[in-house]
């Protein structure tokens, strides 16, 4: 060099990945405290300001006292079939296998596909129940009060005296008849209504959310699903043969990722919680916003001139980098995408807080109370905040976990129930992984101060030759190469694997069977029995989670979705009465039971004595019944009920005729039907057979 110096070689540093974590850590929260410092500065209204503070408690809540972001990173791994970093480094630090059993996947996979035949499958795993004692309308009693009075005044005029126990038994006769006329209709207009709502529910992406929902409950402590939320799309409408863009609010539900979902700590119910979801959007949808109603353009405006070019960064968590590589997406502290968070808040505000911010004051009866509201913040604007719409006074969100924990709502997942056993079935694969590769030949001793100059002692092939030189010291003794085989353990490895894999069976009871593997020729599988215990111990568990999907989920959801329908629907198809019910659990339980059971009373019934007394109507029912449970259309297969009626009725007075005319002594003409053709005595036609002795021929 030009100094004199001798030139030194760049040093690397090497930073252990411990130190590297607590050093991206730092990093983070200075930047977090940064952001947070210069949101203070700002003048903030009341409102951002308390959804900023509620969002602060649960995000440190959630990282520091209960540790669900570890959890859920850590069950992402798991699903990946990744070592957590400390292990990682000390597996390559010993330079051996980095083989991972995939065992947590496996069971997730499994449960996801069970619980996916009930709540997907053609059955609905919901309906709608008719009031089990439906009023009479009013015009009806009206008309039998002047049908039963018409004819008492006839029977008085045609002097005969009345008996009010007569006239009491025919009130009461035709009032039966009209309950059952309107239990009837009551029956077909929920069937009408479950209809409906089945199709707001699959234009707004309803079974699409839960399907997705399915994929979480196995996988992480609780799962989540939302909705509907009431969105204004544009929609394409034909007028005079020619295309309109419409603005048209729909429903949608949506999974939410339980990274991106908070609630308040301490609450045993999440109904009882206030909820923060973290959104991501984009300058184009804060672009889409500006044409909507109800959304504050001065806000928004601002947002797009203070975040729209570098995005905004404060609400980011502290795990979101390790979860975007989990999940292949951008990190978001790069944020090339110029994505924009946003908070939306659903949760009780004081009423001078939204008298503040400039909501009507017609809505806020008084300010001193709370009430329930959807607000979305995105740094330090609030570009909407509307009272909640629902009835019931609760947020859209609804969660639930595989294996529910009393007095939280949070739960486990099969991460955390099998967890240890993933770590000894990976533990155990690497040994074996390690012990096949190292025992798959022999270990090889080399002396080389017995190796020639030119001789290559790395390298070993069938019929080489080995050149010595000869030992200077005289020992003839010294062996220039050796071999030793190193001892297999493959056989106690498998044994070890195969039990801890059974123990996951066990543990999850989402026995390999149940998914369509093998069951194989060990454990409680091994045997008819056995697979049946298995059998009955996983229908008993996804019992339980298919009560805690009905109970938390499938319910609430679409009661909010009966309520909604019941606000804005002028068709008076609803009247209030009618009950949303679940069948997660039945179908769990009695699919195959039941619609064996439907079969074999198809085939019990088909018998002169019961078609009397089901007629022709009541077996339509029972048709249409067991073809919707095999999957057939029930109404292309079965004519409708007026049909069945006509059918009916037809047949009533053929068999009135014919019993008329057996009556009379009269025959029936030879032509008096055209596809027989003319009738003929057969009996004085046929010749007699000669008789014989013996018998006849």
Known sequence: ????????????????????????????????NA??????????SQLSSYIREQFTMMKNHRNTNAGWNNRLLSALRMFNGEYEPDKLQAIRQFQGSEVYAHLVAMKCRGTTSLLRDIYLAPDRPWGIAPPPDPDVPQEVVQKITSLVTMESVTVDQAGQPIDLGAVRDRINLLMEHARDAAKKKATKQAKIVEDK???????????KALAEFLVDLPLFPFACLKGPSIRIVPTVKWINGKAQMVQKPKMFWTRVSPFDVYFSPGVSDIEDAAVVERLRLTRADLNDLLDLPGYNQKEIRAVLEEYGRGGLFDNWDTTDAERAVQESRENPWMNRSGMITCLEYHGNVQGLALLEYGMDPEMIDDPLRDYMVQSWLIGNHVIKCQLSPSPRKRHPYYITSFEKMPGTPVGNGLPDIIGDIQDVC????????????ISSGPQVVINDDCMSADEDGESLYPWKRWHMRSDPAGNSAQVPVSFFQPVSNANELLAVYKFFSEQADELSAIPKALTGSNPGSSGAGRTASGLSMLMNNANKILQTVAANIDRDVLDPSVSWLFDLVMLTDESGLLTGEEEVRVMGVNVAVQRETQRSRQLDFLQTTANPIDMQIMGMKGRGVVLGSVAQTIGLDGQKIVPSEEELDQMQQAQNMAQMQESAAAAQGDQPSPTSTKDMGPRVNLQQQQPKPPMIAGGVH
């Open 1 to 32: 060099m030009a100094s004199g110096f001798p030139a030194i070689a760049p040093v690397l540093r090497v930073v252990p990945e411990a130190q590297l974590q607590a050093t991206e850590k730092a990093v983070d929260q200075q930047r977090e």
């Open 35 to 44: 952001n947070q410092a210069t949101l203070s500065d700002a003048a903030a």
């Open 197 to 207: 709502l089945d199709e707001l529910m699959v234009e707004g992406g309803y079974y």
């Open 426 to 437: 990976n533990a155990t694969l690497r040994a074996l992984v390690n012990n096949l590769s």
